[in-house]
């Protein structure tokens, strides 16, 4: 049984314009999976319906078998989806670390020595276990978004789903984030869906999901979507840079393999021609 | 106008146990018609800096000084309002800045605010010209409500509303975080085309080195409040020193210092289209 499912969900906020439109998705357990898309695409809004935050107008959304219009079962599906925002500064809502983490198991009514675990768990999980008495609005924008994810990890989900997470850090930040999440996906065995703008971190997902004006567009490994540059360009997206830079190369006469996704790729096969010419 | 800070030092909380010092001595100038770049990691002072070039911070008791212009705002008498009229900032996500019921009300703003005695046709034709310029249908989006709008709309009604009053020099905070590819690269080249009419200085700050050394004439590099890599994005960003700095390079840069080490010297800029080109004239490709 697949972790996610969604059967032909359509969305609408005004009941006017659709913003989803006829969705049918699914995510196996322990997939990363990306999510791109244009500003205004629906990305956000799958988000949403994936912890019961919103239910579809039509369709179905299961999580792990639970179908989220069900009032009955969203206290168990929010449990299960933890849901990352874009802005660490709207997320946090303690004055210390410890009982940021501790709010969400302590609304689950677990004993005091559960939720000591969890906190543990959690912490640890982010590499933060050092700042358990620090106060987050002292900590940089890559520490509260980790923070933020282990007041979601605290509620052991099963999935993890990041909504641009990233977009607001610096590169330092981006990066510790991005490595919590990917140790959590190959240690835990945590599912992950990633919604981004940043080529650069979908080229290490199992499974990019292209959404355009509230449909799924495209579904494939990262080198099958970027292979489809004309069609990526007309839902207003673009390759990754190393991508781009192999294609201009290639307009250009230079002999680059079509495969180029990250920088290290292309710089071997530059290094490559040297050894032949 | 040119933009010339001599040891520039700010604190915050200054005289109080809690005092950090955000600026500890810049010395930079920004000539007239640079797309300038700064970057430096979070805490380097950067945004400290940039909120002194409209006197958003007030430079403080001893603390060097920093002429725009004609404007020496070390002066008592320094005009402040008329700064702010000629210097445009765009902080980071302005989008979530915009308040007023339609957009048209929301780029008048700034002629309200900064040129009251405005006849209302004036506004009128000001507020056309400022929304065309940013790429935009006048008609189309004037009586519309901007939390209707689009994230990439959203941004450039931001930015009408502050190039409305006509600035010469536009300085923007992480300009294109938070958009899309497509509007990223729309938005890069609005500002290229502002840089061309009145607005002759655009200042950016920004944490993606790709989008500097892409986009920028000059990059100065901040670190613990301080200037200390300054220069064309080739020369800042072609040494080691950027790295000792705790910055990345951008992924061209990396390419030319990885072929270097094999021994295939590629003299080139750092833009895509740059280093294509080298790279194409090295390895037998077409012209």
Redesign the interface.
């Known amino acids: 049984m697949p972790i996610l499912k969604a059967e032909n969900v359509s969305f609408s906020y005004d009941k006017k314009t659709e913003v989803l439109k006829d969705v049918s998705l699914e995510v196996k357990r322990g997939e990363y999976i990306a999510i791109i898309?244009?500003?205004?695409s629906g990305k956000s809004t799958l988000a949403r319906l994936f912890n019961a935050l919103i239910v579809p107008d039509f369709g179905k959304v299961y999580i792990d078998g639970l179908d989220t219009s069900i009032k009955d079962n969203q206290f168990k599906i929010r449990e299960n989806v933890g849901v990352v925002f874009?802005n660490p500064d709207n997320q946090l809502v303690a004055s210390i670390v410890v009982d940021d983490v501790a709010f969400g198991p302590e609304n689950l009514g677990l004993s005091r020595e559960e939720i000591g675990n969890r906190i543990d768990f959690a912490l640890k999980a982010v590499g933060m276990e050092s700042f358990r008495k620090a106060s987050p609005e002292r900590l940089?924008?890559g520490q509260k978004q980790r923070i933020a994810i282990a007041g979601v990890l605290a509620l052991k989900p099963q999935i993890l789903v990041l909504d641009?997470s990233t977009?607001?850090l610096?590169?330092?930040?981006r990066r510790e984030v991005l490595n919590v999440v990917k140790k959590l996906n190959k240690e835990n065995g945590v599912t992950v869906i990633a919604i981004t703008?940043y080529?650069e971190e979908v080229v290490d997902a199992d499974r990019v999901i292209v959404v355009n004006d509230g449909e799924v567009a495209m579904s494939g490994t990262p080198e099958e979507i970027f292979k489809q540059k004309q069609t990526l360009k007309s839902y207003?997206?673009?390759l990754p840079?190393?991508s781009?830079?192999a294609e201009?190369?290639r307009e250009?006469?230079?002999?680059i393999p079509q495969t180029i996704l990250t920088?290290k790729q292309?710089?071997e096969a530059?290094?490559k021609?040297?050894q032949k010419? | 106008m040119q933009i010339k800070a001599e040891e520039l030092k700010f604190v915050y909380g200054k005289g109080s146990s809690v005092s950090s010092h955000a600026l500890n001595g810049v010395n930079l100038l920004v000539e007239e018609g640079e797309f300038y770049g700064i970057i430096g990691?979070?805490?380097s002072g950067k945004s400290t800096f940039i909120q002194h070039i409209n006197g958003l911070l007030k430079v403080q008791k001893e603390s060097g000084k920093i002429v725009v212009g004609e404007f020496d705002l070390t002066d008592k008498k320094c005009n402040f309002k008329n700064l702010r009229k000629k210097v445009g900032m765009v902080f980071?996500?302005p989008e979530y800045q915009l308040f007023a019921e339609t957009v048209f009300d929301d780029v008048a703003f700034g002629i309200k605010n900064f040129m009251p005695e405005t006849s209302s046709e004036h506004t009128t034709e000001l507020v056309q010209q400022a929304l065309e310029l940013v790429g935009l249908d006048y008609d189309q989006i004037k009586d519309k409500s901007p939390f209707e709008l689009?994230?990439?709309q959203k941004r450039r009604v931001a930015i009408a509303g502050v190039i409305v009053t006509k600035p010469e020099v536009l300085v923007l905070d992480e300009p294109v975080?938070?958009?899309?590819?497509?509007?990223?690269?729309e938005f890069l080249t609005l500002l290229h085309s502002l840089n061309k009419s009145f607005v002759k200085t655009v200042i950016i700050v920004s944490?993606?080195?790709?989008v500097i050394s892409e986009n920028c004439t000059k990059v100065a590099v901040f670190k613990d409040g301080k200037v200390v890599l300054e220069g064309s994005p080739e020369q800042v960003y072609g040494g080691n020193d950027i790295i000792e700095v705790?910055?990345?390079k951008p992924?061209?840069q990396?390419?030319i210092d990885?072929?270097n080490k094999?021994?295939?010297k590629i003299d080139s800029g750092l833009s895509?289209?740059s280093?294509?080109?080298s790279?194409?004239r090295v390895?037998?490709?077409?012209?």
Not at chain 1, 37 to 40: K, M, T
Not at chain 1, 170 to 173: T, V
Not at chain 2, 177 to 185: M, Q, V
Not at chain 2, 283 to 287: A, L
């Open positions: 898309g244009h500003n205004g874009q940089s924008g641009e977009s607001m610096d590169p330092e930040g703008h080529m207003g997206l673009e840079l190393a781009y830079i201009k190369l250009k006469g230079v002999d920088e292309l710089s530059l290094c021609l040297k010419s | 990691k979070t805490g980071q996500y689009s994230g990439g975080a938070g958009l899309d590819p497509k509007g990223k690269r944490h993606d080195m790709n705790g910055l990345s992924v061209t990396n390419l990885d072929l094999v021994g295939v895509v289209e280093f294509t080109d790279i194409a390895f037998g490709g077409r012209k």
